[in-house]
């Protein structure tokens, strides 16, 4: 192995992301912290804790969401806040894992730089040992934080330590991961693509395998995470079945990185097309050739998730025949059937995730505008605003399909495993009842690009807060006004409540109005390059 | 002969730093003009004014008549752009570009088109992240090339180019000046803008410090004259206009003012000549004079290029 220069390289790294991980380590962290908090203020006790257990009970919806629930026999305070907390952090640091190591390897490798880095007195395997010892750094970092501000709230040190360092780990199993993402394919996009999804599929597979077939969360890092038992015996072993696992990936990565050419990946380049077809003559037709490939990865994925969140729902009508007493307390609650509430909440939660899709793409303006694709167009007979409206459209009709096939797979799998075939559409409009909200979410990104174009990622620090006021509302008991602030919070729950045509017009209007905005913003200013 | 490009005390901006600071440029219907400066001059930055990618804070700036921010999509049916840094989209084949550029801006000859790429002996098939740098200028030079837009914006368009390559673009430049069509060529490789441009501006610090064509530069420049004499030297370096006198025996070296010239001439003959070797001021030589002050002061230990005589007469 050559790793000469890496420590140099890791200054480097650490320089460039002074702001980006101090934010993201702030970020979760304090997610934490605020979990710590109410979970010790609402089930501070045994007493509160095995009221929680009787009334979630082994619920195989919310199985699905927040693992298989060990330590229900001998509830604890600690178990609930596992159970609350422990997968969607251990989900939001491998993202930042993704991120991070994707942006230090294959991203750098795509800009030419680390050509001029490896110039130098740089061994072939230093810049990947430098990514991976950063965000390594990041997540020791992120699970002392957790363990640091879980402590003070009284629960006990062994199972707190347990929980920061499977969340830790975790978060460096998917750093590996896409350390070996980046050797495989040629382009940055393609290998935080191929990070992530690969994190959304080990949470899947964990989720089916909590519900059905618990062999199959050990295939994922996310099953060894939990399945250390943090606060319920804790089993120690399971930390180090995730260090192999990263240890074993951290060594194919460098492995197949002897095996391939600076700048390529190992799948080989094929020669493509020396002529340009109809589609990609026109700006509009360029930004879906730009998008569809990942548009296309979005579409099956929701599809699948989906298709995995309705099979489950029939799991949860016959725990209601089951036990009554539950299904009166959350009838209560949503004001609908259990199916309902659970299958309302699976889809919109699909949403909030496309709304994240509508984020990226939306912000693909910016990044062309950024390394100079934009020039080239612009300095041809291309307005601004014929351009710039180009990725927009692009973005708003395939969130539009994305929202719609997210809710096709949930009422397809529960109209197969409910017998009642009219929840085919009847889910599928539900799932398009996010589309305005996610419309908001690209208008957001717009306006930025338009009006503060080096702030772009204010978007996504906008997306994350509503992302958790959507997932961590009720948990968390945040005041009300936060969940109004996000434009999900204003979606109508179908199909558990009514539809409301109101907030959706409001959304759709505001969506449109930032999307206007930015666009007439982006026509006033300046290219601004890098 | 009308304008098509006038810009007049341009200023702008970036932060606290000035990148144009009053510059003026000319440009005339069917001309080559060679638009000179060092790095960081504001080349660029005025061609991105041009091109209406960017406002100017001061001055005007007009494009065959016409404002370059508000008509910008009208403007740019009329010219084509070769930038200096060439970022390609990495998915999508460098025929695809080609034809991609060559559609917006109203459709390109396919014969021309294919006879480009094969005198740049480009393979359009490959994705642009193949490309090298060189292949990814030539990609937007046949795109460019391939237009018939009157008015060509070349942004450093040789860097990166191979020397036979860099003959093929300076062909494939005059064929398209003979067809009457205009071109800014910003440039550093000097031996191009003197094989190719009428007229040249050289700008320095965002602003312009020299403009006409060569001819007219060496005039108002000193011609190096090398001899060999019969007679004593001395006394030479007391004529009006001799500047920099070195003598070894016989041998004279020394620069004359253009209008000191005749008078030269007759002192030499009458000193009695043996060889006489009259040299005209290289581009070279105008260019770096106008960064005298950063050569005296070290910065630039060499010059970047290697110098190319020319006019050389005995």
Redesign the interface.
Known sequence: MSTTGSLRLMKLVLRRDRFRLPLWWAGLVGLMAVSAQSIHSLYGTDEAARTYVSTVGHNPALEMFAGPGYGFDRPTPGVVLVNETSLWLALATGLMSVFLVNRHTRAEEESERTDLIRSAVVGRHAPAVAALAVVGAANVAVAAGVALVTLPFGFPVAGTVALAASIGLTGMAFAAATAVAAQVVGTGRASAGLGSALLLLAFVVRGIGDVRLAALSWLTPFGWGIGVRAYAGERWWALGGLVLFTAAEVALALWLSSRRDLGRGLLPERPGPARADALTLHPLGLAWRLQRGWVAGWAVGVFLAGLVYGSVANDVEAMVADNPQLADYLEQVAGASLADAYLATAVRMLGLAVGGFAVASALRNRSEESVGHAEMLLAAPVSRWRWGSAHVVVTVAAAAVLVALAGLGTGLAYAQSSGDAGQVARLTLAGLASGPAVLVMAGIATAMFGWLPRATLGTWAAFALFAVVQLFATMLRLPHWLTLLSPFGHVPTVPAEPWRAVPLVVLAVLGAGLVGAGLAGFRGRDLAVA | MSTVIECRTLTKHFGATKALDGLDLEVGEGEIHGFLGPNGAGKTVTI?IL?????PDGGSAALFGADPWSD???L??R?A?V?G?????????G???????G????GLDPARRTELIERFDL?????A??YSKGNRQKV?LVAALASDAPLL?LDEPTAGLDPLMEAVFQDTVLDTVAEGRTVLLSSHVLAEVERLCHRVTIIRKGRTVETGSLAEMRLVSRTTITAELAGDPAGLGGLPGVYDLRTDGHHVTFEADHEALSAVAARLGELGLRTLQSSPPTLEELFLRHYGDELEHGQVDHPAVVPRRNGAGS
Request: no cysteine.
């Open positions: 991105r091109l209406g990618l960017i406002r910008a999509v009208t740019h049916r010219l752009y930038p840094d060439t970022n390609l989209w990495p998915n999508l084949t025929g695809e570009i080609i034809d991609l550029l559609h917006l801006r109203g393979d359009p098939r490959k994705k992240r193949a937007a914006m």
